[in-house]
């Protein structure tokens, strides 16, 4: 079973994005650095193709730094394109996006020619949380539902710049079976569109084979990476269940539970910071996987 999920409230987003563009100088993309080409939405670079393009890899806390690089470096090689990784709460980095900003626009920013900035990104992605950080109040929440019609909201950070929400509600769009088990992984699509039990085990299955440490750390289910490495994943799966708890009467495990605890364990960072894709990987699920 794969997992696809793409409201038809969509099309909304897509022609009001596409009117909003036109006045637009830069672009922020904001993608899960756990996730980051998953959680990006392939709508948008078909319609902001000549914009200058800020990717911010947000919730960098929460993934792994060598691979966060390594997804910087990719992006940092397109065209037009910058990329920075941040924690959206903290204000030193959310800051300096206006210095990114002008460096991809440098002829924008004065009171004549202010710079007109659209920030973009899929439900939960931490929007809300940085135009917060960098208006520097409480000023944006999202309202993350089908057919709740959103005020454009503008804000002004410094005299002649200018941040613009996106108008209505970006969703993710998935291209490829493995990035809507990784969104749903993340919590990034409702619960609704996917199973917990099958989302779980792959994600255990995917740290078994590049975690297994973390693994090992928080659910101690064998005496070492190696024998925790040579276990089947649904055995892999079951014993965390064992260990954590999550057992029904007569002692079976209970998968929905042993699942609602891994994905917890992921999504809150006490597995540890991870990151659960690669550009490589992400290309070859692209070439060899299951299109959608
Ligand atoms: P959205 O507008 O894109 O839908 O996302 P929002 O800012 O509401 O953020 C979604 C969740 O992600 C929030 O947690 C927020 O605190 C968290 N978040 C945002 N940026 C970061 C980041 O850089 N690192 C980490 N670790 N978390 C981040 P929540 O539990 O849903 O809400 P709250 O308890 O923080 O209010």
Same mark, same amino acid.
């Given at each position: 079973?794969?997992?696809?999920?793409?409201?038809?409230?969509?099309?909304?987003?897509?022609?009001?994005?596409?009117?909003?563009?036109?006045?637009?100088?830069?672009?922020?993309?904001?993608?899960?650095?756990?996730?980051?080409?998953?959680?990006?939405?392939?709508?948008?670079?078909?319609?902001?193709?000549?914009?200058?393009?800020?990717?911010?890899?947000?919730?960098?806390?929460?993934?792994?730094?060598?691979?966060?690089?390594?997804?910087?470096?990719?992006?940092?090689?397109?065209?037009?394109?910058?990329?920075?990784?941040?924690?959206?709460?903290?204000?030193?980095? /959310?800051? *300096?996006?206006?210095?990114?900003?002008?460096?991809?626009?440098?002829? =924008? %920013?004065?009171?004549?020619?202010?710079? $007109? #900035?659209?920030?973009?990104?899929?439900?939960?992605?931490?929007?809300?949380?940085?135009?917060?950080?960098?208006?520097?109040?409480?000023?944006?929440?999202?309202?993350?539902?089908?057919?709740?019609?959103?005020?454009?909201?503008?804000?002004?950070?410094?005299?002649?710049?200018?941040?613009?929400?996106?108008?209505?509600?970006?969703?993710?769009?998935?291209?490829?079976?493995?990035?809507?088990?990784?969104?749903?992984?993340?919590?990034?699509?409702?619960?609704?569109?996917?199973?917990?039990?099958?989302?779980?085990?792959?994600?255990?299955?995917?740290?078994?084979?590049?975690?297994?440490?973390?693994?090992?750390?928080?659910?101690?289910?064998?005496?070492?990476?190696?024998?925790?490495? /040579?276990? *089947?994943?649904?055995?892999?799966?079951?014993?965390?269940?064992?260990? =954590? %708890?999550?057992?029904?009467?007569?002692? $079976? #495990?209970?998968?929905?539970?042993?699942?609602?605890?891994?994905?917890?364990?992921?999504?809150?960072?006490?597995?540890?910071?991870?990151?659960?894709?690669?550009?490589?990987?992400?290309?070859?699920?692209?070439?060899?996987?299951?299109?959608?």
């Amino acid at each position: 079973m794969s997992i696809q999920w793409f409201p038809g409230h969509m099309h909304l987003t897509r022609k009001a994005i596409g009117e909003r563009v036109k006045t637009i100088d830069v672009v922020i993309e904001m993608v899960d650095a756990r996730l980051p080409a998953s959680s990006a939405n392939p709508m948008l670079r078909e319609l902001l193709e000549h914009k200058p393009n800020l990717k911010v890899l947000n919730k960098a806390d929460l993934a792994d730094a060598a691979r966060t690089h390594e997804w910087l470096d990719w992006y940092n090689q397109q065209h037009n394109t910058k990329a920075v990784a941040m924690d959206g709460h903290h204000t030193a980095p /959310a800051r *300096a996006l206006i210095d990114a900003c002008m460096a991809l626009a440098p002829s =924008r %920013g004065t009171m004549d020619k202010p710079m $007109r #900035v659209l920030i973009c990104g899929i439900p939960n992605v931490g929007k809300s949380t940085l135009i917060n950080t960098m208006v520097g109040r409480r000023a944006a929440k999202a309202a993350n539902e089908p057919g709740v019609t959103r005020q454009e909201q503008r804000f002004s950070l410094q005299d002649g710049f200018y941040l613009f929400d996106t108008p209505g509600v970006l969703w993710p769009r998935i291209i490829v079976a493995q990035s809507g088990y990784n969104l749903a992984a993340a919590g990034s699509i409702g619960r609704n569109a996917f199973d917990d039990e099958l989302v779980a085990l792959e994600l255990v299955a995917y740290l078994q084979r590049h975690y297994p440490q973390a693994l090992l750390a928080r659910y101690p289910v064998a005496d070492n990476v190696q024998a925790l490495t /040579a276990m *089947a994943d649904h055995v892999l799966f079951d014993e965390v269940g064992r260990k =954590r %708890g999550a057992l029904l009467p007569g002692g $079976r #495990v209970n998968a929905q539970k042993a699942a609602e605890i891994i994905l917890q364990d992921f999504r809150s960072g006490v597995l540890g910071r991870l990151t659960i894709e690669t550009p490589a990987e992400f290309q070859e699920w692209l070439a060899t996987g299951e299109r959608l």
